[in-house]
């Protein structure tokens, strides 16, 4: 059935006619043409990608569909492991009603995924290809490393770790900026079969905190400070407080492994804690230059991430080795049009998803070039992407909507200024891109000439869900197109059953995939609940969705209680949490509004407890609160004051009815005669400038 609607899609937009008149586009006809909305791939782009039109999609897909275990073991063939893995390729159980959620990917199989990134690639003849390039926050300060130097450095720190106790399955906690010291580490702790635990090193102490003491971490790796900007971000102080509330907790680390970021700080200004406190460079370069590798089952776990969710505790999201590994290098390679010779930039912190899957694990298992980059994106000025881009030659280039919106507010002016001549590829990943940012990306950053694949997918999935692969099809600006080979997307409306054609409703998953998180750490209850019970039957993404008339996929946004803010998923109970832990703050409501940049901004309706007065200086301490204890990117935007919440008689809060008052909708605030006092939202208007 679901195959059926797959043919109908590769049998292709209406407004275009048919596949062979798609066909007669690509090969006969020119650039870039615009019609029915749909913007046709490159004729020359075309030819040389991987895959080349609607009919090898779907011939792939078919493939990827009708037999699973043939098409991802013929890949996985690809890799090395010691040991195959067993008859079935997979096991999945994703209907709770017939027993636990599990899902399985190459069980029995044994391999490492390091050795997959650098060894293989260096006895392939990649060992003088440049692994990755560092681009300082000052533009003066750069590096690179080859492949086999970065072998040789990541072993060093795995025996390193090795040697200090750290065994297979222990967790270790790596809070580091985008320094090469970063993929390094997630590297030799994935080495010795360490389950490494990345914290986004914009996160506070009582946030990293938290995560340290969940996964009860045996080490921690981060770094003394780092430049963002002209700023100094002081990070040591920053995991000096946390250990100190880890261990009020019970988790206290004997060992902080801490990298000299000598551009951010010298080590003479860095507080130190005899003992406990070990620099990176005094220790790690004494160590031998190769280690063997701790070889793995591929349902082993790889890591650990913690993401936002609906309620107040972040989930621990654990991806293991084999499926994650063949996944994440297939949706790379494909979703890219990869080329040896790419030079590949994607502008995502390793702290993410998406730092580990693409700009780690993904390029690096297909032997790509990763330019890794320190600062931020408009300093000095917002030239500096464009800048890189002409430095490195980047042919592949990964970023976010929000980035793109950011730098199109500055002007084109920055952008034309420099050649871009060598990028091939764009991609966009983390929220809905707005069709104008999307013409602007291809029309002035891409001359036209470069498709933009539009990735879809979570940290949960472990790689892309649906992407425009390159080439393949015509594009509609702000769709993601397609499911990626072996997804099966489907939409389903509140009863949870499927809709066909044009339609919109929940996005849901049907089968397994390789990539898929296997469970939450610690709590694989609330793996079920969160995203197996709401559709039985399905994975749940948590996302609206709606599909046009020619099968084309739209993401519509969350449709739980998350925000996203410039592309960072934040729950927003964990922002009332924060708020509502002030003495002053009885009770408090977050809801996401459009924000012209950040896609989403935080606006948060706070209850001060009786007898306290709002000011401006309580609603500096509130966000200063959600700073502290989450970090700054999840600050509120706007505080409103609100001497009431409108709750329903059973005390639930209405958030539908702050969302609009937030978004300044006051005509569309609909029914609020069922509210225990309706009078609450006239109050609350009153106070909307206040
Ligand atoms: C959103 C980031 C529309 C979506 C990879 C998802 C997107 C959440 C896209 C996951 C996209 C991500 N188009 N929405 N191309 N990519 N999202 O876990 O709401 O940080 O559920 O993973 O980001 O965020 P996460």
Redesign the pocket.
């Known amino acids: 059935n679901y195959l059926r609607h797959v043919e109908s899609m590769a049998k292709l937009p209406s407004g275009a006619g048919s596949i062979s008149h798609l066909n007669a586009v690509i090969l006969g006809e020119s650039l870039a043409s615009e019609e029915n909305d749909l913007i046709f791939p490159n004729v020359e782009f075309s030819r040389q990608a991987l895959v080349s039109s609607p009919q090898k999609y779907f011939e792939m897909y078919k493939r990827s569909i009708e037999d699973p275990a043939g098409f991802w073991s013929d890949i996985a063939s690809e890799f090395y492991w010691i040991e195959k893995w067993g008859k079935e390729v997979y096991y999945e159980n994703l209907d709770v009603r017939e027993g636990p959620v599990k899902i399985e990917w190459f069980k029995g199989g044994v391999t490492n995924i390091c050795y997959n990134c650098l060894d293989r690639n260096v006895e392939a003849g990649l060992g003088e290809k440049i692994a990755l390039y560092w681009e300082g926050n000052d533009p003066e300060f750069d590096g690179k490393l080859t492949y086999n130097k970065l072998l040789y450095k990541v072993c060093q720190l795995a025996n390193y770790l090795k040697d200090v106790g750290v065994k297979k399955g222990d967790a270790v906690v790596v809070y580091l900026p985008m320094l090469m010291e970063l993929p390094m580490a997630m590297l030799a702790c994935a080495r010795i079969g360490a389950v490494h635990s990345v914290v986004f090193a914009g996160f506070s102490a009582e946030a990293l905190a938290q995560r340290i003491v969940d996964c009860k971490a045996k080490v921690v790796i981060t770094c003394n400070a780092v430049k963002r900007g002209p700023k100094v971000i002081n990070l040591k102080e920053i995991v000096d407080a946390a250990l100190v509330e880890s261990a009020k907790e019970g988790v206290s680390i004997d060992i902080c492994l801490t990298y000299e970021n000598p551009t951010a700080m010298k080590r003479e200004n860095t507080k130190w804690k005899e003992g406990r406190d070990i620099w990176w460079q005094d220790v790690v370069p004494r160590y031998p230059a190769t280690c063997d590798v701790e070889w793995v089952d591929a349902e082993d776990p790889l890591f650990l991430l913690y993401?936002s969710g609906s309620t107040g505790k972040p989930k621990g999201v654990l991806h293991t080795t084999g499926g994650y590994m063949v996944y994440t290098a297939t949706t790379f390679k494909y979703a890219f049009d990869y080329k040896p010779s790419d030079v590949y930039w994607c502008t995502a912190d390793c702290g993410?998803?998406?730092g580990h899957s693409y700009v780690s694990y993904g390029p690096l298992l297909n032997g790509a070039t990763v330019i890794i980059f320190e600062g931020a994106p408009n300093y000095p000025d917002s030239g500096r992407c464009w800048d890189i881009i002409d430095k490195y030659k980047v042919s592949i280039f990964y970023t976010a909507p929000t980035l793109v919106r950011s730098l199109m507010r500055d002007g084109d002016g920055y952008v034309t200024k420099y050649s871009r001549k060598s990028l091939r590829v764009l991609g966009?990943?983390?929220?809905?891109?707005n069709p104008s940012a999307w013409r602007w990306f291809f029309n002035v950053v891409g001359d036209s000439r470069c498709p933009i694949s539009?990735?879809?997918?979570?940290?949960?999935t472990g790689g892309f869900m649906m992407v425009p692969l390159p080439g393949a099809w015509p594009q509609k600006p702000g769709s993601?197109t397609f499911p990626f080979f072996g997804v099966q997307p489907v939409i389903v409306d509140e009863k949870g059953q499927e809709i066909e054609g044009e339609c919109s409703g929940y996005l849901c998953v049907k089968c397994s995939w390789p990539g898929a998180f296997r469970t939450l750490y610690g709590d694989h209850e609330r793996y079920e609940t969160t995203y197996f019970k709401p559709f039985p039957g399905y994975y749940f993404?948590?996302?609206g969705c709606s599909r046009d008339k020619d099968g084309y996929h739209w993401?519509t946004?969350?449709v739980d209680d998350?925000v996203?803010v410039s592309?960072?998923?934040i729950g927003t109970a964990e922002v009332e949490s924060a708020l509502v832990s002030h003495p002053h703050c009885a009770e408090a409501a977050v809801v996401g509004v459009e924000h012209e940049v950040k896609g989403q901004g935080i606006y948060a309706f706070v209850t001060l407890v009786e007898g306290v007065d709002y000011s401006e200086e309580l609603r500096r301490t509130l966000i200063l609160t959600v700073r502290k204890q989450i970090g700054a990117f999840a600050a509120p935007d706007k505080i409103h004051w609100a001497p009431g919440l409108p709750k329903t008689r059973s005390g639930k809060i209405m958030r539908r009815i702050l969302r609009k008052i937030a978004s300044r909708q006051l005509d569309e605030l609909g029914d609020t005669s069922t509210l225990a006092d309706p009078s609450v939202v006239d109050k609350l208007i009153a106070l909307t400038d206040v």
Do not use: A, K, M, Y
């Open positions: 993401t993410w998803i998406t966009s990943v983390g929220e809905p891109i539009d990735t879809w997918w979570q940290t949960e993601t993404s948590g996302d993401l946004g969350r998350v996203n592309g960072h998923r």
